[in-house]
């Protein structure tokens, strides 16, 4: 005998089944939901602003850098005016006619001119007045000379100096130093990295995980310009104390990176420790079914199955690396030099631009043009970083049912 609660669920249910056959759509309209859109509409903002702002970005280091190459730049060539020139006057009295050859584009105050002959024994140079529709004026005895140099993409990617005021443009020097210490680093921190994200994924208790990953996380919160002078106070003297003083500099790549790759230990760890854990259980259980220690199962089956994502956290540390400017520039040197010497200074991209970029430079100087080229760099090596990270994710991602 049916209760009476039975009678009522199997009366409401004839009642909807009623309903429904009556009127089919009514229970398949959707009802609005605000607070759904509006959070669709925020996230789609998001997203525009970070696309306009990397647009943004890309057209500024583009245009700004173009100044760099395109136009010449002027540079001072340390001689001067020996005595009065008049507008009219085609013939140049220098102190020293050597530094100059025919074809040179000088300039003198705001006026442009073109030298068309040398005259070596007299110091006299033969110009064409008014260049480039500038204006012929009175010069002073004593008037600056400045050459102008042209920098080519060429030069800037092959030349081993970098003197912007001297007309020497290669970035080889702040390039390779910034490898330099992105390498170091590297050798730092994925070892490190890796064992720490293996041991929190396949070694840990739960309350031990718990309490570790925030604590490692830390790290990465602390102020780049405390590790700076954590590298210059304690890593550069623990250095020269091991290989000694006339061989460690006070100011060397060796001790930045080294530090810059602690710094970074806190990302590849947390992302490898994530990909790790996302290999399914089964997986595990199916090896160690076969005989395999969990040693064996952890290098042979959970790392070969999270690759992508390990290789990804890899290629993301790199990048936080290239990209580091408050250690390379208090603990790896204040000037550009090409050496592959890990103990001596060298200036980095980006520390270079934090020395030029905190003096006083003017507007469309041949400085203040090539922090844009050197950022426009940087910008193009971390780009390429991530699409090496997009297509090694998905290159080797395993998707698992």
């Given at each position: 005998m049916?209760?009476?609660i039975t009678?009522?669920?199997?009366?409401?249910?004839?009642?909807?089944l009623?309903?429904?056959?009556?009127?089919?759509?009514?229970g398949?309209q959707?009802r609005?939901?605000?607070?759904?859109?509006?959070?669709?509409?925020?996230?789609?903002?998001?997203g525009?602003?970070?696309?306009?702002t990397?647009?943004?970005?890309?057209?500024?280091l583009?245009?700004?850098?173009?100044?760099?190459?395109?136009?010449p730049?002027?540079?001072d060539?340390?001689?001067?005016?020996?005595?009065?020139?008049?507008p009219?006057?085609?013939t140049?009295?220098?102190?020293?006619?050597s530094a100059f050859?025919?074809?040179?584009?000088?300039?003198i105050?705001?006026?442009?001119m073109l030298?068309?002959?040398?005259?070596l024994?007299?110091?006299?140079?033969?110009?064409?007045?008014g260049y480039?529709?500038?204006?012929?004026?009175v010069?002073?005895?004593?008037?600056?000379?400045?050459?102008?140099?042209?920098?080519?993409?060429?030069?800037?990617?092959?030349?081993?100096?970098?003197q912007?005021q001297?007309?020497n443009?290669?970035?080889?020097?702040?390039l390779?130093s910034?490898?330099?210490?992105s390498?170091?680093?590297m050798?730092?921190a994925?070892?490190?990295?890796l064992?720490?994200?293996?041991?929190?994924?396949?070694?840990?208790?739960?309350?031990?995980?718990?309490?570790?990953?925030?604590t490692?996380?830390l790290l990465a919160?602390?102020?780049?310009v405390v590790?700076?002078?954590?590298?210059?106070?304690?890593?550069?003297?623990?250095?020269?104390?091991l290989?000694?003083i006339?061989?460690?500099?006070?100011?060397?790549?060796?001790?930045?990176?080294?530090?810059?790759?602690i710094?970074?230990?806190?990302?590849?760890?947390?992302?490898s420790?994530?990909?790790l854990?996302?290999?399914p259980?089964?997986?595990r259980?199916a090896?160690?079914?076969?005989?395999?220690?969990?040693?064996e199962t952890?290098?042979?089956?959970v790392v070969p199955a999270a690759l992508?994502g390990?290789?990804?956290?890899?290629?993301?540390?790199?990048?936080?690396?290239?990209?580091?400017?408050m250690?390379?520039?208090i603990?790896?040197?204040?000037?550009?030099?090409?050496?592959?010497?890990?103990?001596k200074g060298a200036?980095t991209?980006?520390?270079h631009?934090?020395?030029?970029?905190?003096?006083?430079?003017?507007y469309?100087?041949?400085?203040?043009n090539?922090?844009?080229?050197?950022g426009?760099?940087l910008?193009?090596?971390?780009?390429?970083?991530n699409?090496?990270?997009?297509v090694?994710?998905s290159r080797?991602?395993e998707?698992?049912q």
């Amino acid at each position: 005998m049916e209760s009476q609660i039975t009678i009522q669920k199997r009366e409401l249910i004839e009642a909807a089944l009623t309903r429904q056959a009556a009127n089919p759509q009514a229970g398949l309209q959707k009802r609005p939901r605000w607070f759904e859109q509006i959070i669709r509409v925020l996230l789609l903002f998001s997203g525009v602003i970070s696309i306009f702002t990397t647009i943004g970005i890309v057209i500024v280091l583009g245009t700004e850098s173009l100044l760099f190459f395109t136009p010449p730049a002027w540079i001072d060539s340390f001689k001067s005016l020996e005595e009065l020139a008049y507008p009219t006057s085609d013939t140049l009295h220098v102190s020293d006619a050597s530094a100059f050859v025919v074809g040179d584009q000088i300039r003198i105050i705001n006026e442009e001119m073109l030298v068309t002959a040398v005259d070596l024994d007299a110091d006299m140079l033969t110009v064409e007045r008014g260049y480039n529709g500038t204006e012929a004026v009175v010069h002073n005895r004593d008037a600056e000379i400045l050459l102008a140099d042209v920098v080519t993409i060429g030069e800037f990617f092959t030349s081993t100096q970098w003197q912007p005021q001297l007309g020497n443009f290669g970035i080889l020097p702040l390039l390779n130093s910034t490898l330099m210490t992105s390498l170091t680093a590297m050798l730092v921190a994925v070892p490190l990295g890796l064992f720490a994200a293996i041991y929190l994924s396949e070694y840990a208790k739960p309350n031990v995980r718990a309490a570790l990953k925030p604590t490692l996380e830390l790290l990465a919160g602390v102020p780049t310009v405390v590790y700076g002078y954590f590298a210059l106070t304690f890593m550069t003297p623990l250095l020269r104390s091991l290989f000694g003083i006339e061989v460690v500099g006070i100011y060397n790549t060796a001790s930045a990176g080294l530090v810059m790759g602690i710094m970074i230990i806190p990302t590849i760890a947390s992302i490898s420790e994530d990909a790790l854990r996302a290999v399914p259980s089964s997986l595990r259980e199916a090896s160690y079914g076969l005989g395999a220690t969990r040693l064996e199962t952890v290098f042979k089956v959970v790392v070969p199955a999270a690759l992508s994502g390990v290789i990804a956290s890899f290629i993301l540390g790199m990048s936080r690396a290239v990209g580091e400017t408050m250690i390379v520039a208090i603990a790896a040197g204040a000037g550009p030099a090409f050496t592959f010497n890990p103990f001596k200074g060298a200036e980095t991209m980006t520390g270079h631009i934090v020395r030029i970029s905190g003096g006083d430079i003017s507007y469309n100087s041949i400085d203040y043009n090539s922090l844009f080229a050197i950022g426009l760099l940087l910008f193009v090596l971390t780009f390429a970083l991530n699409v090496a990270s997009r297509v090694v994710t998905s290159r080797f991602r395993e998707v698992y049912q």
